[in-house]
Protein backbone atom coordinates (compact mmCIF):
# COMPACT_ATOMS: atom_id res chain seq x y z
CA UNK A 1 0.00 0.00 0.00
CA UNK A 2 2.29 2.51 0.67
CA UNK A 3 4.56 1.28 -1.97
CA UNK A 4 1.76 2.57 -4.37
CA UNK A 5 1.15 5.93 -2.49
CA UNK A 6 4.64 6.48 -3.43
CA UNK A 7 4.37 5.70 -6.89
CA UNK A 8 1.76 7.48 -7.21
CA UNK A 9 2.79 10.91 -5.22
CA UNK A 10 6.14 10.44 -7.90
CA UNK A 11 3.56 10.65 -10.96
CA UNK A 12 1.91 13.65 -9.48
CA UNK A 13 5.08 14.96 -8.73
CA UNK A 14 6.35 14.82 -12.09
CA UNK A 15 3.23 15.88 -13.82
CA UNK A 16 3.46 18.98 -11.39
CA UNK A 17 7.23 19.49 -12.78
CA UNK A 18 5.27 19.50 -16.28
CA UNK A 19 2.95 21.62 -15.73
CA UNK A 20 5.15 23.88 -14.57
CA UNK A 21 7.50 23.58 -17.40
CA UNK A 22 4.99 23.95 -20.17
CA UNK A 23 3.51 27.13 -18.55
CA UNK A 24 6.53 28.64 -18.07
CA UNK A 25 7.81 28.13 -21.29
CA UNK A 26 4.26 27.78 -23.56
CA UNK A 27 2.77 31.06 -21.24
CA UNK A 28 5.06 33.52 -22.80
CA UNK A 29 4.40 32.33 -25.96
CA UNK A 30 0.51 32.64 -26.01
CA UNK A 31 0.56 35.43 -24.35
CA UNK A 32 3.47 37.15 -26.79
CA UNK A 33 2.51 36.01 -30.09
CA UNK A 34 -1.52 35.52 -29.77
CA UNK A 35 -2.53 38.48 -26.50
CA UNK A 36 0.10 40.76 -26.92
CA UNK A 37 -0.39 43.84 -29.32
CA UNK A 38 2.40 44.41 -31.86
CA UNK A 39 5.05 46.66 -31.05
CA UNK A 40 4.27 50.25 -33.31
CA UNK A 41 5.94 51.02 -36.33
CA UNK A 42 8.81 52.56 -36.08
CA UNK A 43 8.37 56.26 -36.40
CA UNK A 44 8.79 57.69 -39.68
CA UNK A 45 7.25 60.65 -42.13
CA UNK A 46 4.20 59.05 -43.03
CA UNK A 47 3.48 58.73 -38.99
CA UNK A 48 -0.09 60.75 -37.82
CA UNK A 49 1.27 63.14 -35.27
CA UNK A 50 -0.32 61.96 -31.81
CA UNK A 51 -4.24 62.31 -31.36
CA UNK A 52 -4.95 63.60 -34.96
CA UNK A 53 -4.32 62.51 -38.60
CA UNK A 54 -2.06 63.54 -40.96
CA UNK A 55 -2.63 66.31 -43.78
CA UNK A 56 -1.48 65.22 -47.32
CA UNK A 57 1.23 67.61 -47.29
CA UNK A 58 2.09 66.25 -43.67
CA UNK A 59 0.37 69.84 -41.64
CA UNK A 60 0.16 69.69 -37.98
CA UNK A 61 -3.37 71.29 -38.92
CA UNK A 62 -2.29 74.59 -36.71
CA UNK A 63 -2.96 76.88 -39.06
CA UNK A 64 0.12 79.30 -38.73
CA UNK A 65 0.92 80.64 -42.32
CA UNK A 66 4.51 79.24 -44.16
CA UNK A 67 7.32 80.73 -44.34
CA UNK A 68 8.58 82.15 -47.88
CA UNK A 69 11.66 79.89 -47.15
CA UNK A 70 13.43 77.91 -44.66
CA UNK A 71 15.76 80.50 -43.51
CA UNK A 72 15.62 81.51 -39.62
CA UNK A 73 14.55 80.33 -36.32
CA UNK A 74 12.25 77.18 -35.54
CA UNK A 75 11.09 75.42 -32.72
CA UNK A 76 10.12 71.92 -31.53
CA UNK A 77 6.31 72.10 -31.54
CA UNK A 78 3.04 69.78 -30.82
CA UNK A 79 3.27 66.75 -32.94
CA UNK A 80 7.06 65.82 -31.60
CA UNK A 81 8.09 62.48 -30.72
CA UNK A 82 11.08 60.54 -29.18
CA UNK A 83 11.86 57.32 -27.75
CA UNK A 84 13.70 54.28 -27.79
CA UNK A 85 13.60 50.85 -29.39
CA UNK A 86 15.18 47.99 -28.21
CA UNK A 87 14.93 43.99 -28.39
CA UNK A 88 14.32 41.81 -25.07
CA UNK A 89 14.09 38.41 -24.64
CA UNK A 90 11.11 37.52 -22.20
CA UNK A 91 11.30 34.21 -20.81
CA UNK A 92 13.32 32.67 -23.78
CA UNK A 93 10.55 35.01 -26.58
CA UNK A 94 12.08 37.49 -28.32
CA UNK A 95 9.69 40.87 -28.24
CA UNK A 96 10.55 44.22 -29.11
CA UNK A 97 10.22 46.79 -26.67
CA UNK A 98 9.30 50.67 -27.74
CA UNK A 99 8.92 53.68 -25.26
CA UNK A 100 7.98 56.64 -26.71
CA UNK A 101 7.13 60.25 -25.07
CA UNK A 102 5.80 63.80 -26.93
CA UNK A 103 7.46 66.11 -24.33
CA UNK A 104 10.16 66.98 -26.46
CA UNK A 105 10.93 70.90 -26.59
CA UNK A 106 14.04 72.04 -28.19
CA UNK A 107 15.26 75.34 -31.54
CA UNK A 108 16.89 75.16 -34.88
CA UNK A 109 18.74 77.26 -36.74
CA UNK A 110 18.84 77.26 -40.91
CA UNK A 111 20.93 79.14 -42.85
CA UNK A 112 20.42 78.71 -46.64
CA UNK A 113 19.72 74.84 -46.94
CA UNK A 114 21.83 74.18 -44.04
CA UNK A 115 21.09 73.60 -40.59
CA UNK A 116 23.73 75.07 -38.46
CA UNK A 117 22.61 75.26 -35.09
CA UNK A 118 20.51 73.31 -33.00
CA UNK A 119 19.71 71.30 -29.50
CA UNK A 120 16.85 68.77 -28.67
CA UNK A 121 15.56 67.71 -25.64
CA UNK A 122 13.69 64.63 -24.49
CA UNK A 123 12.01 64.33 -20.68
CA UNK A 124 12.82 60.44 -20.25
CA UNK A 125 10.83 60.63 -16.67
CA UNK A 126 7.72 60.81 -19.17
CA UNK A 127 8.64 58.02 -21.59
CA UNK A 128 6.18 55.39 -21.30
CA UNK A 129 5.65 51.66 -23.11
CA UNK A 130 2.97 49.20 -22.74
CA UNK A 131 4.61 47.86 -19.74
CA UNK A 132 4.21 49.59 -16.32
CA UNK A 133 6.53 47.34 -14.96
CA UNK A 134 9.57 47.93 -17.73
CA UNK A 135 8.65 52.18 -17.27
CA UNK A 136 9.28 51.65 -13.48
CA UNK A 137 12.73 49.88 -14.39
CA UNK A 138 13.65 52.42 -17.21
CA UNK A 139 13.02 54.96 -14.84
CA UNK A 140 14.88 53.63 -11.96
CA UNK A 141 17.62 51.27 -12.14
CA UNK A 142 18.12 51.72 -15.74
CA UNK A 143 18.29 55.51 -16.80
CA UNK A 144 17.93 56.59 -13.07
CA UNK A 145 15.67 59.23 -14.05
CA UNK A 146 15.80 60.87 -10.80
CA UNK A 147 19.77 62.25 -11.17
CA UNK A 148 19.41 62.17 -14.88
CA UNK A 149 16.03 63.32 -15.91
CA UNK A 150 16.75 64.37 -19.68
CA UNK A 151 18.23 63.18 -22.78
CA UNK A 152 19.65 65.48 -25.23
CA UNK A 153 21.24 66.35 -28.46
CA UNK A 154 23.20 69.01 -30.15
CA UNK A 155 24.32 69.72 -33.57
CA UNK A 156 27.50 69.95 -33.70
CA UNK A 157 28.14 70.37 -37.76
CA UNK A 158 25.88 71.75 -40.05
CA UNK A 159 23.75 69.63 -42.00
CA UNK A 160 22.94 70.35 -45.66
CA UNK A 161 19.58 69.00 -47.32
CA UNK A 162 21.22 70.93 -50.64
CA UNK A 163 17.39 72.00 -51.35
CA UNK A 164 14.53 73.77 -49.79
CA UNK A 165 12.04 71.43 -50.23
CA UNK A 166 8.44 72.16 -51.67
CA UNK A 167 5.31 71.70 -49.33
CA UNK A 168 5.13 67.49 -49.27
CA UNK A 169 9.20 67.27 -50.40
CA UNK A 170 11.30 65.42 -48.54
CA UNK A 171 15.17 65.62 -48.26
CA UNK A 172 17.58 64.36 -46.80
CA UNK A 173 20.98 65.11 -44.83
CA UNK A 174 23.93 63.38 -42.71
CA UNK A 175 23.20 64.98 -39.14
CA UNK A 176 26.57 64.49 -36.75
CA UNK A 177 26.10 65.88 -33.34
CA UNK A 178 26.20 64.86 -29.42
CA UNK A 179 24.09 62.54 -27.79
CA UNK A 180 24.12 63.04 -23.91
CA UNK A 181 21.87 60.13 -21.69
CA UNK A 182 22.59 59.23 -18.27
CA UNK A 183 25.07 61.79 -17.83
CA UNK A 184 27.45 60.45 -20.40
CA UNK A 185 28.24 62.47 -24.11
CA UNK A 186 28.83 60.82 -27.19
CA UNK A 187 29.63 61.87 -31.17
CA UNK A 188 26.76 60.33 -33.57
CA UNK A 189 26.01 60.70 -36.90
CA UNK A 190 22.97 59.45 -38.70
CA UNK A 191 20.61 60.60 -41.43
CA UNK A 192 18.27 62.89 -41.14
CA UNK A 193 15.09 62.85 -43.45
CA UNK A 194 13.10 66.35 -43.73
CA UNK A 195 9.93 67.18 -45.23
CA UNK A 196 8.05 70.76 -46.03
CA UNK A 197 4.68 71.14 -44.10
CA UNK A 198 1.81 74.07 -45.09
CA UNK A 199 3.21 75.58 -41.45
CA UNK A 200 6.73 74.59 -40.95
CA UNK A 201 8.47 71.35 -41.54
CA UNK A 202 9.07 68.13 -39.70
CA UNK A 203 12.63 65.79 -39.08
CA UNK A 204 12.73 61.89 -38.84
CA UNK A 205 15.32 60.08 -37.99
CA UNK A 206 16.95 57.44 -35.85
CA UNK A 207 20.58 56.92 -33.59
CA UNK A 208 22.12 53.47 -33.26
CA UNK A 209 23.47 53.06 -29.54
CA UNK A 210 24.91 51.25 -27.21
CA UNK A 211 23.62 50.81 -23.72
CA UNK A 212 27.67 50.41 -22.36
CA UNK A 213 28.52 53.80 -23.94
CA UNK A 214 26.08 56.06 -21.86
CA UNK A 215 27.04 54.10 -18.54
CA UNK A 216 24.34 52.00 -18.57
CA UNK A 217 24.65 48.26 -17.89
CA UNK A 218 21.99 45.88 -20.01
CA UNK A 219 18.96 45.37 -18.55
CA UNK A 220 18.58 41.78 -16.89
CA UNK A 221 15.75 41.22 -14.59
CA UNK A 222 12.36 38.82 -13.38
CA UNK A 223 13.14 36.55 -16.66
CA UNK A 224 13.87 39.69 -18.70
CA UNK A 225 17.32 40.25 -20.32
CA UNK A 226 17.77 43.54 -23.12
CA UNK A 227 20.33 43.66 -25.69
CA UNK A 228 23.38 45.71 -25.37
CA UNK A 229 22.31 47.79 -28.42
CA UNK A 230 19.43 49.67 -28.65
CA UNK A 231 18.18 53.11 -30.84
CA UNK A 232 16.97 56.15 -30.43
CA UNK A 233 14.13 57.16 -32.87
CA UNK A 234 12.09 60.66 -33.22
CA UNK A 235 9.82 62.37 -34.92
CA UNK A 236 10.09 66.37 -34.43
CA UNK A 237 7.83 69.12 -35.88
CA UNK A 238 9.10 72.08 -36.21
CA UNK A 239 7.40 75.69 -35.98
CA UNK A 240 8.66 79.52 -36.72
CA UNK A 241 10.26 80.70 -33.46
Same mark, same amino acid.
Given at each position: ????????????????????????? =???????????????????????????????????????????????????????????????????????????????????????????????TVD????????????????????????FPE?????????? @????????????????????????????? @????????????RTN =?????? @??????????????????????????? @????
Amino acid at each position: MAGSIRRHWKRWLIAGVAVVAVLGI =GGPYVYINYIADEPPAALSLDSSPPGSEASPDGSSGSGEQARDGVEGSWRVSSGSQAGYRVDEVLFGQNVTAVGRTEEVTGDLEIEGTRATSGTITVDLASVASDSDERDAQFRGRIMNTEQFPEATFELTEPAD @FGSAPDVGEQVTAEATGELTIHGETNPVT @FELTAQRTADGFRTN =GSIPLT @FADYGVDAPNFGGITVEDEGTVEFLLA @FTPA
